[in-house]
């Protein structure tokens, strides 16, 4: 099972961890508090984005929290896992990091949020499994996920896969309530569930948001919970409690339209 | 003939079960604080025969299949738009066929088609309801979505006091279309409601539906507000009701510490 921790500072030597946010200037704390980490475990560190927005965000927390790994930051084009004739696989240059550095090093490649969608979830998470058959190792990895990103029909099985395939994970704390609302869906396969989570999930249950296995070991989202976390998600009021969410999730149902109407829709008599 | 969508390939759940009427499997719950005590998840299992007739049950020519009422607004002259939604390619008929029937019954106004990226295609038909203004009323004000129907029989949850559900039969009765009597009433067994009202669920799950809440490529305000039948600041007005009522649920879900939970669940 999964243990959380309650920052990425304090991810051990041989982990494989999400980071679950819902924003980017989450993403950017926790991935500076990653490397903080690297820091005082005197561990090399590689941070890879294709987002040039996320570049700067990470190196201005990086001087911040971890001063003098702000090299371990760098860009790069495209994702940093591609696909191969058995999946998604690191790219060179990973797996080059990791064969120079037996010792163990900090590693994290934040692309996959980027690419995430319905197609493209199966195989993330197979590469995910794959991943974590690699341990035991002496590095530390991070996988970062925008919470908001995740397909909300999708959401228990992503979750639930995620907790498997990871040793450890840090729970955001985005502001927005649907986030907050969707991440409890890991807490059934999570060793050391916080019990103020556990409160919110037995509530949510009650209210008919949320609904257990027979085996009890899994929750998932009733028709009404879904919904729930799409108004959260997607109307004006909630989405604007994260303002700079890395998905703009902001429907102009209470102003003007700004872009034209799409053709999915077709009329019939 | 009601036009096809292109059909789209994929796996889909079908949730139906043929023969008997469903039987929803729920806990008990409490209410809540926006609901008065004594209003509860009173599941009913209604035959559709009635609603079709005199035309044959489309639902029956479909064993297995099924749709889901996830949706619906109702705008003034007893005019309801409603979303049905059913799996790519299982569904494509089924829904097919009931809009055949409720247009030909002169019900069924005007039809919208999309397939959305769950691999589902949503049928929002726009129908002209036979039937009194107070009728509807406390419909909306009872009836819970998603509705399941598929077989001869919807599966239909009314948030309701026993009075209530008197009420409705009465009010039906008086307008000269008896209702079937419903074959199984499941007493107080589901979850209580949240701080959303029955009708904000229906418009939440219509958003939801048409793909409005899943990010920034879904249809603009304008053309939902044209889908709908309601003008712009109509749909804004129902949206921020939607959104307070999510507020409330909001804040029943992350303050009700963990220490209070009772048996009753009701907040102190």
Redesign the interface.
């Known amino acids: 099972m999964m243990r959380l921790v309650p920052s990425a500072e304090e991810l051990p030597t041989g982990s494989h961890a999400i980071g679950l946010y819902g924003s980017r200037t989450e993403a950017a704390r926790t991935m500076g508090s990653f490397l903080r980490g690297a820091r005082s475990r005197g561990q090399r560190a590689m941070v890879l984005t294709s987002n040039d927005a996320m570049l700067t965000l990470y190196r201005g927390e990086v001087r911040k929290q971890a001063p003098g790994l702000l090299d371990s930051v760098r860009r790069i084009d495209g994702p940093h896992a591609r696909p191969t004739p058995v999946g998604l696989r690191p790219i060179p240059e990973v797996l080059e990091f990791a064969r120079a550095h037996p010792e163990g090093a900090t590693m994290s490649g934040d692309t996959i949020p980027t690419f995430l969608d319905?197609r493209s979830l199966a195989n993330i998470l197979a590469y995910e499994d794959w991943f974590d058959s690699l341990r035991p190792f002496p590095h530390r990895g991070l996988c970062p996920y925008d919470l908001t990103k995740i397909?909300v029909?999708r959401a228990h099985e992503a979750l639930e896969r995620l907790a498997r395939a990871h040793s450890h994970g840090v729970l955001s704390t985005d502001p927005n309530?649907g986030v907050?609302?969707l991440q409890l869906l890991l807490l059934p396969h999570v060793e050391n569930p916080p019990?103020?989570h556990?409160?919110?999930l037995?509530?949510?249950v009650?209210?008919?948001?949320m609904e257990r296995d027979r085996s009890e070991e899994s929750v998932e989202l009733t028709?009404?919970g879904?919904?729930?976390a799409?108004?959260?998600?997607?109307?004006?009021?909630?989405a604007s409690a994260a303002a700079d969410s890395s998905?703009?999730?902001?429907?102009?149902?209470?102003?003007?339209?700004d872009?034209?109407?799409?053709s999915?829709?077709?009329?019939?008599? | 003939m009601?036009?096809r969508?292109r059909r789209v390939a994929g796996a889909a759940k079908n949730g139906a079960t043929a023969g008997a009427p469903p039987k929803p499997e729920r806990r008990p719950?409490?209410s809540?604080p926006r609901e008065p005590v004594g209003k509860v998840?009173r599941v009913l299992a209604v035959p559709l025969s009635q609603l079709f007739s005199p035309d044959p049950d489309p639902t029956k020519d479909f064993p297995g299949q099924s749709t889901?009422v996830?949706g619906y607004v109702v705008t003034p002259g007893q005019v309801v738009t409603v979303a049905l939604t059913a799996p790519v390619p299982e569904g494509v008929d089924l829904l097919d066929s009931i809009?055949s029937v409720l247009r030909r019954k002169g019900i069924g106004l005007?039809?919208?088609?999309?397939?959305d990226?769950?691999g589902r295609m949503v049928s929002?038909m726009t129908l002209q309801l036979r039937a009194s203004t107070e009728t509807i009323r406390l419909f909306e004000s009872m009836l819970?979505?998603?509705v399941h129907a598929g077989d001869g029989f919807a599966e239909v949850h009314f948030l309701a006091g026993s009075c209530e559900v008197e009420a409705l039969e009465s009010e039906i009765h008086k307008n000269g279309r008896p209702f079937p009597p419903p074959l199984t009433i499941r007493l107080p067994a589901?979850?209580?409601?949240?701080g959303l009202r029955p009708d904000e669920?229906a418009f939440?799950?219509l958003?939801?539906a048409l793909?409005?809440?899943?990010?920034?490529?879904?249809?603009?305000?304008?053309?939902?507000a044209e889908?709908l039948g309601i003008d712009t600041a109509t749909?804004?007005e129902r949206?921020?009701a939607?959104?307070r009522g999510?507020?409330g649920?909001?804040t029943?879900?992350?303050s009700?510490?963990?220490?209070h939970?009772s048996e009753e669940?009701v907040p102190s």
Do not use: I, K
Not at chain 1, 230 to 238: K, T, V
Not at chain 1, 264 to 269: H, V
Not at chain 2, 256 to 259: E, G, L, R, T
């Open positions: 319905r397909p029909d309530p907050r609302f019990a103020e556990l409160g919110w037995a509530r949510a009650d209210l008919g948001l028709p009404r879904a919904n729930f799409r108004g959260l998600l997607g109307l004006p009021a909630f998905r703009s999730r902001r429907r102009a149902l209470h102003g003007r339209a872009r034209p109407a799409l999915r829709f077709t009329p019939e008599e | 009601a036009g969508s719950a409490p809540s998840d889901e996830e809009w005007r039809r919208m088609v999309l397939l990226d769950r929002l819970l979505v998603p589901a979850r209580g409601n949240t669920w939440l799950g958003l939801s793909g409005v809440l899943d990010g920034p490529d879904g249809p603009t305000a304008p053309m939902v889908l749909l804004a949206a921020r939607v959104e999510l507020e649920v909001v029943g879900l992350f009700w510490p963990s220490s939970e669940g």
